[in-house]
């Protein structure tokens, strides 16, 4: 079996689409590298790269045995830091994936402090509020909100997120402000339609739970644009707090039926099980728990 420095070179290749760019990453000759992955083809009787003259193409196999060979170096790092009685050093390409709307404004203006901290880690983040498959997908940790499907991942919880009904006092003048759940089955709601149940809107109030099947004409299935389309007057939203900013203080939107909050829905964040979690992957989880804790003095 090759060494750890031919499946490292491999990884960056495969990462890099150039044995030059390896060479120089890691301090060695072009021909060096290139004898790495000639190694490792002729050890496993595999063809790993496509070469031309400008790119470099991984194939099928360099694409199957790219997952294997990271956990292999996770493990080879975690068993180095045992060894040495120390964390090994986060490094390497993290794949991480974020709901769209919360990665933007939660994590995403957060980001350089990781980087700065973890400078060895190359982060690969996808932006989607559809549920990537993580195994498939090569994505190492997950940020979901709402109720969790069941799964073989493991999952951490970050709290729940909360939300407003609000809409603009342009709307408000011309179709009236709904003081009771009831009344909004008489507007026009904006709903979010990655949930299967999209209409149903649930309140908690001092008097209990209540459910109410909003109608609506336009579903959408990005929390930033049912925003948009609220401050457009098309009608009341549900909208996570986190997109309003200081639309409420400056009166451009409204916070409708404070005796009746809408219920919060949890987050998680969401990993495959492995026997060794890379050290860049429980990086970016105590990264994203630090996101999460309520600031001194908050209260959520």
């Given amino acids: 079996m090759q060494g750890l420095s031919a499946y490292t070179a491999f990884a ?3 990462e890099l689409r150039s044995f030059s760019a390896v060479a120089r990453e890691m301090g060695l000759t072009q021909s060096t590298v290139s004898k790495h992955i000639a190694a490792l083809e002729s050890e496993l ?3 790993l790269f496509a070469r031309t003259t400008r790119k470099l193409n991984p194939t099928q196999d360099a694409a199957r ?20 009685g120390q964390r090994a050093e986060p490094s390497g390409l993290l794949r991480i994936s974020l709901p769209d709307s919360y990665g ?15 400078p060895k880690v190359r982060l690969d983040v996808r932006l989607s509020d559809q549920a ?6 090569g994505v190492e940790v997950a940020v979901r909100i709402g109720d969790l499907a069941s799964s073989t991942l493991v999952a951490r919880s970050m709290g729940a997120i909360e ?3 609000v809409a603009t006092p342009e709307y408000l003048a011309a179709h009236g402000e709904p003081r009771h759940p009831t009344d909004l089955l008489h507007h026009n709601c904006i709903v979010y339609t990655g949930f299967a149940k999209a209409n149903r809107w649930v309140f908690d109030s001092e008097h209990g739970r209540q459910t109410i099947e909003v109608p609506s004409t336009l579903g959408m299935n990005s929390a930033d644009a049912m925003y948009d389309a ?11 707090s986190w997109v309003v900013g200081d639309d409420l203080r400056h009166g451009r939107v409204k916070s409708l039926l404070p005796d009746d909050w809408p219920t919060s829905l ?5 990993y495959p099980q492995t026997r060794v979690l890379s050290s860049r992957a429980r990086a970016f989880i105590d990264f994203l728990l630090e996101i999460a804790a309520p600031a001194p003095g908050r209260t959520v």
């Fill in 12 to 14: 960056r290749a495969y």
């Fill in 163 to 165: 939300h407003l009904i």
């Fill in 230 to 240: 609220a401050r457009a007057h098309l009608g009341i939203a549900r909208v996570p």
């Fill in 65 to 84: 045995l790219y997952e294997g060979v990271l956990q292999l170096l996770d493990a080879a790092d975690a068993v180095q830091a045992a060894v040495g």
């Fill in 132 to 137: 990537v498959n993580l195994v498939e997908d």
């Fill in 266 to 270: 949890p987050i998680h964040i969401v």
């Fill in 45 to 47: 009787k595999v063809q």
């Fill in 104 to 118: 933007r404004a939660m994590v995403l203006p957060r980001l350089a402090v990781f980087m700065k901290q973890h």
